[in-house]
Nanobody, 116 residues
């Protein structure tokens, strides 16, 4: 089994910053990719940022230039630095890990609320 522990959510004013962290533990021998997704009120879950083991990084267009994903391979940890936050960034943010052979795991989610 694989466990993902997320931290760093909270309430911030528009223009502020937050940093999310996600650490994976358990039966992990190889990781294909890790990423952050979010689900806003009444919306579908969407990709925010994703990084592969090969170093390829993908960002949603709405967060490019404001959010930065980073990865510590030794600790199986990813971070999401979120700057210049907007009210529309309000959502539950989920960490996802993609293992070989299609095994994917999700974190429990952390709430990010941006007030105007």
């Amino acid at each position: 089994q694989v466990q993902l522990v997320e931290s760093g959510g909270g309430l911030v004013q528009a223009g502020g910053s937050l940093r999310l962290s996600c650490t994976a533990s358990g039966s992990i021998f190889s990781i294909n990719a890790m990423g952050w997704y979010r689900q806003g009120p009444g919306k579908q879950r969407e990709l925010v940022a994703r990084t592969t083991s090969g170093g390829r990084t993908t960002y949603a267009g709405s967060v490019k230039g404001r959010f930065t994903i980073s990865r510590d391979n030794a600790k199986n940890t990813i971070n999401l630095q979120m700057n210049s936050l907007k009210p529309e960034d309000t959502a539950v943010y989920y960490c996802k890990i993609e293992l070989p052979r299609g095994y994917d795991y999700w974190g429990q989610g952390t709430q990010v609320t941006v007030s105007s």
